[in-house]
C-alpha cells in the first residue's frame, strides 16, 4: 500500500469533517470535541516530521500545543500534514527511528508510514461522527489495521501492562476480505498467527466493524450489534478487552 499517499487523504478527510464545528464532541472518543481531535494528530505528524530525521530510537522531545484559534490550528495541521508527508517519503525505512514497539520489534522508519495511515484512518470516522454520519472503512484497509492491531501494537501493549489483562485465546475472522488471526494470550505476552482455530472467544464479521470494535469504538457484545452490522462474537466475550492496547 502507498502508506503516505492514503496518510494524505485520511488526513484531508479529518480536516475536512472537523472544521465543520470545531467545538462538536467526538461520541467515540468521550470528553473530547474536534478541536482537541485534530490538535492530536497534527501534534503527532509534527513530532513524527522532527523525530524520524535523526536517526535514532531515543524517544523523541515533546513538541508546544498546537495553536486553539480555528485558523491557527487548521493552519498548523495542514503544515504538519506537509511536513511529515515529506520526511515519510524521503527518510530511509530501514533508518533507525523511535517507536512505541521497541521492546518486541526493531525500532526503524518503515513502522511510521503504516501507523500514522491507520491512526489518521480511524481519527477521519471519529471525526466524521461528530458532525454526521462516519463512512464505512474500505475493507481492505480495515483488514490492514486489524493486522498491525494485533501482529505490532497488541504484543507491545501487553509487554508493558498497557493491554487490560486476560488469559486465553481469541480468534479473530473477517468475513468480507481475507483475514483470520489467532491470538493467545499468557501474561504479558500476545503470540498472534494467521490461521483457523477455535479459540475461548471469537471476533467475526466484515473488516470495517472488526476493526472499529478493537479499538474501543463499538462494543461488539452489545444487544444488537451483529444484527445492525456489527461482528458477531461467541464464547468469552470479555476477553475481548484484552485485545485493547491501551492507544
Known amino acids: 500500500m502507498d502508506y503516505p499517499a492514503l496518510l494524505e487523504t485520511h488526513a484531508d478527510a479529518l480536516l475536512t469533517a472537523a472544521l ?28 513524527t516530521a522532527r523525530h524520524l530525521p535523526r536517526g535514532t530510537t531515543e524517544e523523541p522531545e515533546r513538541v508546544p500545543a498546537p495553536p486553539r484559534g480555528d485558523t491557527e490550528l487548521a493552519d498548523y495541521y495542514r503544515r504538519s500534514v506537509a511536513d511529515v508527508l515529506a520526511v515519510l517519503r524521503d527518510v530511509d525505512p530501514r533508518s533507525p527511528a523511535w517507536t512505541f514497539t521497541l521492546h518486541v520489534t ?24 461528530a458532525v454526521g454520519e462516519p463512512p464505512a472503512f474500505p475493507p481492505d484497509r ?12 497488541l504484543p507491545a501493549a501487553r509487554a508493558v501492562g498497557l493491554s487490560p489483562p486476560g488469559q486465553g485465546s481469541v480468534h479473530v475472522h473477517l468475513t468480507d476480505v481475507p483475514g483470520e488471526w489467532f491470538v493467545r494470550l499468557d501474561g504479558p505476552t500476545a503470540t498472534v498467527t494467521t490461521e483457523h482455530a477455535k479459540g475461548d472467544a471469537a471476533l467475526r464479521g466484515p473488516a470495517g466493524p472488526v476493526l472499529l470494535a478493537l479499538w474501543g469504538r463499538l462494543d461488539p457484545a452489545a444487544p444488537g450489534a451483529a444484527g445492525g452490522g456489527g461482528p458477531e462474537v461467541h464464547g468469552d466475550a470479555g476477553l475481548l478487552q484484552a485485545l485493547r492496547t491501551g492507544r
Open 20 to 47: 465543520r464545528d470545531l467545538d462538536a464532541p467526538v461520541p467515540s472518543c468521550p470528553g473530547w470535541d474536534c478541536r482537541r481531535l485534530v490538535s492530536h494528530v497534527g501534534r503527532l505528524f509534527t513530532v
Open 106 to 129: 526493531p525500532g526503524v522508519a518503515g513502522f511510521w508510514p503504516r501507523r500514522l495511515a491507520n491512526e489518521t484512518l480511524v481519527h477521519a470516522w471519529d471525526a466524521a461522527g
Open 142 to 153: 480495515a483488514a490492514d489495521g486489524i493486522d498491525e492491531l494485533l501482529t505490532l501494537l
